[in-house]
């Protein structure tokens, strides 16, 4: 069987449930709807009394409710009573060739792999084969820590990104199951309204060579000076620097307790489970995180001299990013503007009674974000009273910038041609950088894997 070392990745023990009903089996990652208990009720309730994978991972909208240790315990030994009750049919080495039609008409292509952690790193500048693509925050790690330390299994929400034009990786596996007619792992409507899913086996010798020469020539293509990016974390970068963190933690036991190089480099915790996903793929949306800055007073009402701070930020950007200040017509034309551009800005808020409407042209080569969020830090850690929040879609952003104390900032589309480059250049892209399609559309727990044995 074809050999995936070099490229940081091993064909997985898959595990499946017998019969599966897809809607009541598969719930969406455990970190979506984060703010909506009303939405994981519902998931409970459509579950029943089925196996399904909500009773095998951690919504963290509970995250800060009492009781989490006892949660983590009955995940673990509902993980347990699948393997021992007979829910899984026999572990099956192969690889999963994914389509994804989302409630929105996008259909979506995707190959589940393992990946192995030690070819992965989240530090900025790192040289690793995968990278994280945006800045992670480590007071997330430990809490996750507790939920993949000791678990009996696995399951994949994490996504990466193949920067793959020519799609020869994942397109040309799709395009040969698909001449075959093969029948599917499983498919499905998937629950709330979230699209359907179909799953097909990768594992045949010459369905693997396919998918190493490919991942070679991407390999080729992405060394550039002595290192070789293939891989970007397009969602789940926590969950896969967790995954780390504790392949860390048993590297250590394994080699104190003498175990050989053999033995630590089959371990399974050493994988992670992933979907590898081409960024190219029509598909996948991404989706700018715009900005709004909020200029308040000592007792949190808008702030009077709001205006005048908000046309001295503009100011600042326009000088950092040596850019050119001009005013738009009115707020359909900023938009569009900003739409139609890969390094513009726009800027709406309220003065003296009436509303601006600001574009700030750039001629930044690199995904705009990544230099506009180190200037805006700059300017807003000398001002009192600001608070800066992200927000999804450009009408939430008009509407919170009609209010007094107010500054929408409009980001531009993510150009995926350069999200590769900048990434490798400038390291990983500052928080809320982009979003990857809507929350429903975000990848749904379906396959399994063992990790921790003895459990």
């Keep these: 069987m074809t050999n995936f070392e070099k490229f940081g990745l091993d064909v997985p023990q898959i595990l499946l449930p017998k019969n599966i009903d897809v809607k009541t089996w598969s719930v969406v990652a455990c970190d979506q709807y984060t703010q909506d208990k009303d939405y994981w009720a519902a998931a409970a309730k459509i579950a029943g009394g089925s196996p399904s994978?909500?009773?095998?991972?951690?919504?963290?909208?509970?995250?800060?409710?009492?009781?989490?240790?006892?949660?983590?315990?009955?995940?673990?030994?509902?993980?347990?009573?699948?393997?021992?009750?007979?829910?899984?049919?026999?572990?099956?080495?192969?690889?999963?060739?994914?389509?994804?039609?989302?409630?929105?008409?996008?259909?979506?292509?995707?190959?589940?792999?393992?990946?192995?952690?030690?070819?992965?790193?989240?530090?900025?500048?790192?040289?690793?084969?995968?990278?994280?693509?945006?800045?992670?925050?480590?007071?997330?790690?430990?809490?996750?820590?507790?939920?993949?330390?000791?678990?009996?299994?696995?399951?994949?929400?994490?996504?990466?990104?193949?920067?793959?034009?020519?799609?020869?990786?994942?397109?040309?596996?799709?395009?040969?199951?698909?001449?075959?007619?093969?029948?599917?792992?499983?498919?499905?409507?998937?629950?709330?309204?979230?699209?359907?899913?179909?799953?097909?086996?990768?594992?045949?010798?010459?369905?693997?060579?396919?998918?190493?020469?490919?991942?070679?020539?991407?390999?080729?293509?992405?060394?550039?000076?002595?290192?070789?990016?293939?891989?970007?974390?397009?969602?789940?970068?926590?969950?896969?620097?967790?995954?780390?963190?504790?392949?860390?933690?048993e590297k250590k036991r394994l080699q104190e307790a003498g175990a050989g190089d053999q033995e630590i480099q089959a371990s399974p915790v050493r994988f992670a489970l992933v979907e590898i996903v081409n960024i190219y793929d029509a598909g996948l949306t991404f989706e700018p995180i715009h900005r709004v800055v909020l200029a308040k007073d000592a007792a949190g009402a808008a702030a009077k001299n709001a205006p005048e701070n908000f046309e001295a930020l503009i100011q600042f950007l326009q000088k950092k990013l040596d850019g050119a200040i001009e005013q738009a017509a009115d707020k359909d034309a900023l938009k569009k503007a900003v739409k139609n551009s890969t390094a513009d800005f726009g800027f709406y808020y309220k003065k003296d009674g009436a509303q601006k409407c600001v574009l700030l042209k750039t001629k930044i080569t690199d995904l705009a974000v990544s230099r506009l969020q180190p200037a805006l830090d700059e300017f807003l850690k000398s001002q009192t009273g600001t608070e800066l929040d992200y927000i999804h879609g450009a009408e939430e952003i008009f509407r919170l910038g009609e209010q007094d104390g107010a500054l929408g900032i409009l980001l531009p589309p993510v150009a995926k041609d350069s999200f590769f480059d900048t990434i490798g250049t400038l390291g990983p892209l500052p928080r809320k950088s982009f979003s990857m399609g809507e929350a429903s559309e975000k990848r749904f727990y379906l396959e399994a894997r063992r990790l921790f044995s003895g459990n």
């Design 53 to 249: 994978t909500l009773n095998l991972i951690f919504p963290e909208v509970y995250l800060n409710d009492g009781g989490k240790a006892g949660r983590i315990q009955k995940i673990k030994e509902a993980m347990a009573s699948y393997i021992d009750g007979g829910i899984f049919a026999a572990p099956q080495k192969e690889m999963v060739y994914v389509e994804r039609t989302t409630a929105y008409g996008r259909v979506r292509k995707g190959l589940v792999a393992a990946l192995d952690l030690d070819s992965y790193e989240w530090k900025p500048f790192s040289t690793a084969l995968t990278r994280a693509t945006e800045a992670t925050i480590l007071e997330r790690i430990p809490p996750r820590m507790e939920i993949r330390r000791g678990a009996p299994l696995e399951l994949p929400h994490i996504m990466l990104l193949a920067n793959d034009p020519d799609g020869l990786l994942i397109e040309s596996i799709g395009k040969k199951i698909a001449a075959r007619k093969d029948a599917p792992l499983y498919q499905g409507e998937l629950m709330q309204n979230s699209g359907s899913i179909k799953g097909w086996a990768v594992q045949s010798d010459d369905d693997l060579d396919c998918v190493s020469a490919a991942l070679q020539k991407l390999y080729d293509a992405g060394t550039k000076n002595g290192s070789t990016f293939l891989f970007a974390v397009g969602d789940g970068n926590h969950s896969l620097a967790t995954a780390k963190a504790v392949w860390e933690e």
